[in-house]
């Protein structure tokens, strides 16, 4: 009978009710979004007079637009421009929609003392503060204090270590008579701040850093020959390595700073892959096929090379033994250009220059699955140079007419053109982490 | 980094470039010819350039051995030749001599095996779609490959000497196939006798 | 021999009382002794040829007196042996008359005693039939009385039952009237009943399901608003699951958020909780009967 049946119902419904009113309410959420993280880095305070020699709040906005994961708010659109913790209103920032806050100050160096640097990193929304440092500016070098600052604010806000206070290398060729110069560049990992350590009236080659960044070991052309040189970027000094007859070149330093590997030619025509031990002088053939090997390249446990060669009738990369050069296993099935090995810092995945019908671009490769995943678009993208935090690419292409650098994040999402100046630039090599932290931190973090 | 170092050595290794650009001047050795048309060069190199980039060469009936370097006609071999005529030019990615070249690197052959004080360096390059080293290991191999072809000839390998360039110093740096065409080569470059330039 | 055969015959006479057979078989006997005899004197001698047969000359034999003598001798023994058999025989047959006779005269004697006995059992056999069919017709009676009772007993039972279930049948439709009408009034309370309960539980469920969609909308757009402000790590790891616990006042302000369990890093852990006050002022539900305070999110991408 439906009253029958229509009572425990009621019963059962009241129970229903009484317990999701105990019960605390989840709700679920599966998706975010994808976007850069919304952060507004206030221009810096400077106590000094006139005007700041760097912008600080410049550089360091632009290092995290650039890694790809951040969108900084460009300074016209701050409703206030607070430089330290005390006179934020957070307001001000909702209001602009940005989740994260910079503040900071420069002072000039007072009489005896340094030039010093003060930053703040707050949450806007939880109004936390984040990270706060007092940093030393050493040798004036402000703008690598503002890197280091972009680096801290990176890791914290990511999780991962920046790579914004580290260095490159390149080669500019400048043509205005005859041959014109070649040059061997290093600056910040920016583009700015460049430095000449060598130049030629000749052709120069493919910059390689030591593990320590205290070295560059590279290729110079005199007299109608090749010679690999190692120069000490600090002093200048160098010192010729090689200087073998026929072809020299590709030099790559060991993940331990022992070892050298090259590309020579014994035999004319003939690349092959040797590894020179640096501390003894010992040359070791490790490639012995009679076709183009070169552009090593080390895993970074040192125990095997990344290597280009075109022993199956195209360039492709190879993998080999660095201790024998036994049995090279080709890694990449995909098309028919594979080129320029660069290994991640982590071992796990390789860019390298990738042909696509007839489009040249950097790609990355999956050690593991094998799978090639295109970060440009060409045609012309060539010499990738992993970061020392595995998280961007640099790389170069054309631009304006013009050959130039830029950087890729490595999901392939953000792009962008390092600052670089007259010239073609050429076979860029991203320096290492800096040895021991340049920035003491004496205030706090949370 | 000490940039007062670095400035240092710059200026010495400036004044020493400058003193061999000189002597190089001087000497009007002859080297790659550069791009464009009126590209400034001194000496022969300039003659040289503006003949690749004028177009074809009108070659002479004589046998090019004159040394006189009479008018307009010049030898078809030794120093004296014409950049086309000491010029072998490679399809994409191949490094094989093709026989069109044959006639003229035979000439070459004969006079290098004439003259046995005569030395030449064998410079290969390439075009510029591909990696820097890998460009360098081609253009070795195509240089190789005319070292053979004149070894095969009879040529004494003491008067052959080779050089990769790569993709540095193309003949025309258009971004086109008919740029990329004339990149791919090497070039018999007769060397000052008894020097190595 | 001849003995045991007239017993036979006797016997035999008795079983089929039969004097013809008797005598017949007294004749096969007697005569089957005189063959006998006569068969004992046939087996000596030669064979004699008899009268009017043809044979052969006999040789003739010289013969002495003496043998002859002593032959005739033993022919007469024989012959005086054989006549004795014969008196004997006859004497013998004399008397097996006579004992037949005899026995002729007992069999005679014997069969009026079984006629007699025959007759008189008979008799009897007819007086016990004649008694037994007294007996059945009495017993037949006594049945057909027992029977008759039986049925008056039956059908008095029968009657009694009747009588009974009449009288049941009366009180229970007395009783079904008593509980009809009884049941009649209660259905109809609980009728009135269950229709006042019926509207009520309507009321609730409506209630109910209107709570439900406008929960069910709040938790829409909070989820939504959520989403949009959480800028998801692009390397966090597979398998993300951070549960943070929020409070909020009534117009939706967050006014604090713990994290309560969270396998993500610090950096992904920092924009959870950074979307959840960015979502801040949460979106408030139509019904403020579903609005809770507290909210725990569950951020877990990978799960659908």
């Given at each position: 009978m439906r009253m029958k049946s229509l009572?425990?119902?009621?019963?059962?419904?009241?129970?229903?009710?009484?317990?999701?009113?105990?019960?605390?309410?989840?709700?679920?959420?599966?998706?975010?979004?994808?976007?850069?993280?919304?952060?507004?880095?206030?221009?810096?305070?400077?106590?000094?007079?006139?005007?700041?020699?760097?912008?600080?709040?410049?550089?360091?906005?632009?290092?995290?637009?650039?890694?790809?994961?951040?969108?900084?708010?460009?300074?016209?659109?701050?409703?206030?421009?607070?430089?330290?913790?005390?006179?934020?209103?957070?307001?001000?920032?909702?209001?602009?929609?940005?989740?994260?806050?910079?503040?900071?100050?420069?002072?000039?160096?007072?009489?005896?003392?340094?030039?010093?640097?003060r930053f703040q990193l707050f949450n806007v929304y939880t109004q936390k503060q984040l990270l706060g440092y007092q940093l030393p500016v050493h040798d004036g070098n402000l703008r690598f204090a503002?890197?280091?600052?972009?680096?801290?604010?990176?890791?914290?806000?990511?999780?991962?270590?920046?790579?914004?206070?580290?260095?490159?290398?390149?080669?500019?060729?400048?043509?205005?008579?005859?041959?014109?110069?070649?040059?061997?560049?290093?600056?910040?990992?920016?583009?700015?701040?460049?430095?000449?350590?060598?130049?030629?009236?000749?052709?120069?080659?493919?910059?390689?850093?030591?593990?320590?960044?205290?070295?560059i070991a590279y290729v110079e052309f005199e007299n109608h020959e090749s010679h690999i040189y190692v120069q000490n970027v600090q002093t200048g000094q160098r010192k010729l390595v090689l200087s073998h007859p026929g072809v020299n070149g590709a030099p790559a330093f060991s993940p331990d700073g022992h070892r050298l590997?090259?590309?020579?030619?014994?035999?004319?025509?003939?690349?092959?892959?040797?590894?020179?031990?640096?501390?003894?002088?010992?040359?070791?053939?490790?490639?012995?096929?009679?076709?183009?090997?070169?552009?090593?390249?080390?895993?970074?446990?040192?125990?095997?090379?990344?290597?280009?060669?075109?022993?199956?009738?195209?360039?492709?990369?190879?993998?080999?033994?660095?201790?024998?050069?036994?049995?090279?296993?080709?890694?990449?099935?995909?098309?028919?250009?594979?080129?320029?090995?660069?290994?991640?810092?982590?071992?796990?995945?390789?860019?390298?220059?990738?042909?696509?019908?007839?489009?040249?671009?950097?790609?990355?490769?999956?050690?593991?699955?094998?799978?090639?995943?295109?970060?440009?678009?060409?045609?012309?993208?060539?010499?990738?140079?992993?970061?020392?935090?595995?998280?961007?690419?640099?790389?170069?292409?054309?631009?304006?007419?013009?050959?130039?650098?830029a950087t890729v994040s490595v999901d392939g999402r953000v792009r962008e053109q390092l600052s670089g100046g007259a010239g073609a630039l050429s076979q860029p090599a991203w320096g290492p982490f800096p040895q021991g932290l340049a920035a003491t931190p004496s205030g706090g973090g949370q | 980094m000490n940039r007062n170092a670095l400035r240092t050595l710059d200026m010495k290794h400036l004044c020493g470039v400058a003193a061999i650009a000189g002597l190089l001047a001087l000497a009007g050795c002859q080297t790659a010819p550069k791009t464009g048309p009126g590209a400034a060069a001194s000496g022969t190199r300039n003659a040289a350039a503006s003949a690749s980039t004028a177009g074809a060469e009108t070659t002479g009936m004589g046998s090019g051995q004159s040394l006189s370097g009479s008018g307009s006609q010049k030898p078809q071999a030794g120093p004296e030749s014409s950049y086309e005529n000491r010029t072998v030019y490679f399809d994409f990615d191949k490094s094989v001599v093709k026989s069109?070249?044959?006639?003229?690197?035979?000439?070459?052959?004969?006079?290098?095996?004439?003259?046995?004080?005569?030395?030449?360096?064998?410079?290969?390059?390439?075009?510029?779609?591909?990696?820097?080293?890998?460009?360098?290991?081609?253009?070795?191999?195509?240089?190789?490959?005319?070292?053979?072809?004149?070894?095969?000839?009879?040529?004494?390998?003491?008067?052959?000497?080779?050089?990769?360039?790569?993709?540095a110093y193309p003949a025309n740096s258009a971004d086109n196939p008919k740029a990329w065409a004339k990149n791919r080569r090497v070039v018999i470059k007769y060397l000052k006798p008894g020097s190595n330039s | 021999m001849i003995g045991a055969a007239l017993r036979e015959g006797v016997h035999g006479a008795r079983a089929n009382a039969g004097p013809l057979t008797l005598a017949v078989l007294l004749h096969v006997v007697v005569g089957?002794?005189?063959?006998?005899?006569?068969?004992?004197?046939?087996?000596?001698?030669?064979?004699?040829?008899?009268?009017?047969?043809?044979?052969?000359?006999?040789?003739?034999?010289?013969?002495?007196?003496?043998?002859?003598?002593?032959?005739?001798?033993?022919?007469?023994?024989?012959?005086?042996?054989?006549?004795?058999?014969?008196?004997?025989?006859?004497?013998?047959?004399?008397?097996?008359?006579?004992?037949?006779?005899?026995?002729?005269?007992?069999?005679?004697?014997?069969?009026?005693?079984?006629?007699?006995?025959?007759?008189?059992?008979?008799?009897?056999?007819?007086?016990?039939?004649?008694?037994?069919?007294?007996?059945?017709?009495?017993?037949?009676?006594?049945?057909?009385?027992?029977?008759?009772?039986?049925?008056?007993?039956?059908?008095?039972?029968?009657?009694?039952?009747?009588a009974a279930e009449a009288e049941k049948q009366r009180a229970a439709e007395q009783a079904h009237l008593k509980k009809v009408r009884q049941q009649t009034e209660q259905a109809k309370k609980a009728a009135a009943q269950a229709r006042k309960e019926q509207m009520q539980q309507q009321m609730a469920t409506e209630q109910h399901q209107q709570l439900d969609k406008a929960r069910g909308n709040w938790v829409a757009a909070i989820r939504q608003k959520v989403t949009r402000s959480w800028i998801r790590p692009p390397d966090a790891p597979s398998g993300l699951d951070c549960k943070v616990k929020i409070t909020q006042s009534p117009d939706g302000h967050v006014e604090g958020a713990a994290m309560q369990a969270c396998n993500g890093d610090q950096a992904v852990q920092q924009s959870i909780i950074t979307a959840v006050y960015k979502a801040s002022p949460l979106p408030t539900p139509d019904d403020p009967d579903v609005f809770s305070r507290v909210i725990v999110f569950e951020f877990a991408p990978d799960q659908s």
């Open positions: 009572l425990p119902l009621a019963l059962l419904g009241a129970i229903a009710v009484a317990t999701t009113a105990r019960a605390d309410l989840v709700i679920k959420i599966t998706q975010g979004v994808s976007q850069p993280t919304p952060i507004a880095v206030v221009p810096f305070a400077w106590k000094g007079g006139g005007s700041a020699p760097v912008n600080v709040a410049n550089v360091i906005g632009s290092d995290l637009a650039r890694s790809g994961l951040f969108a900084a708010l460009p300074v016209s659109k701050m409703l206030a421009r607070p430089s330290s913790g005390d006179d934020v209103n957070f307001t001000n920032w909702k209001a602009v929609n940005v989740n994260d806050l910079v503040v900071g100050a420069v002072s000039p160096a007072s009489a005896g003392g340094a030039v010093r640097m503002a890197h280091n600052a972009a680096d801290m604010i990176y890791q914290k806000l990511t999780g991962r270590r920046g790579a914004f206070a580290t260095r490159v290398a390149y080669i500019r060729h400048v043509k205005s008579t005859g041959h014109g110069r070649w040059e061997l560049i290093v600056s910040d990992s920016d583009g700015a701040d460049a430095q000449v350590v060598v130049k030629a009236p000749d052709l120069l080659m493919s910059p390689a850093w030591s593990p320590d960044g205290s070295r590997a090259v590309a020579l030619s014994t035999d004319p025509g003939n690349t092959d892959i040797y590894v020179l031990n640096l501390v003894s002088g010992k040359l070791r053939q490790l490639t012995h096929a009679s076709a183009i090997d070169t552009e090593p390249a080390w895993m970074p446990d040192g125990k095997s090379l990344i290597f280009t060669s075109d022993r199956g009738g195209s360039p492709q990369l190879y993998r080999m033994p660095a201790r024998s050069g036994a049995d090279p296993q080709r890694i990449t099935w995909n098309g028919t250009y594979n080129a320029r090995a660069s290994v991640s810092p982590d071992g796990k995945s390789v860019a390298l220059v990738h042909r696509d019908n007839g489009s040249l671009r950097i790609a990355v490769l999956d050690l593991a699955t094998g799978n090639i995943r295109e970060l440009t678009n060409g045609p012309s993208d060539l010499s990738p140079s992993f970061a020392p935090n595995g998280a961007m690419v640099l790389y170069t292409t054309s631009a304006g007419g013009n050959r130039v650098l | 069109d070249y044959f006639p003229m690197l035979k000439k070459q052959a004969q006079y290098l095996s004439d003259h046995s004080d005569a030395r030449v360096l064998l410079e290969g390059y390439t075009d510029d779609r591909g990696t820097w080293e890998y460009n360098i290991g081609l253009g070795a191999r195509r240089a190789a490959a005319v070292r053979q072809f004149l070894l095969l000839q009879g040529v004494d390998a003491g008067q052959l000497k080779t050089i990769s360039y790569g993709e | 089957a002794v005189l063959v006998l005899s006569s068969g004992v004197n046939a087996a000596n001698p030669q064979d004699m040829p008899g009268p009017g047969e043809q044979h052969q000359p006999i040789q003739a034999v010289v013969v002495k007196n003496s043998d002859y003598q002593a032959a005739q001798a033993s022919i007469r023994k024989a012959h005086q042996a054989r006549q004795q058999q014969v008196e004997r025989l006859k004497h013998q047959a004399a008397q097996a008359r006579k004992e037949r006779e005899r026995t002729q005269h007992e069999l005679d004697e014997l069969r009026k005693k079984k006629e007699s006995a025959a007759s008189e059992a008979a008799q009897q056999q007819k007086k016990v039939q004649s008694q037994k069919q007294q007996l059945n017709d009495l017993n037949a009676q006594a049945q057909q009385v027992a029977h008759k009772r039986q049925q008056v007993q039956d059908e008095l039972k029968k009657l009694k039952q009747q």
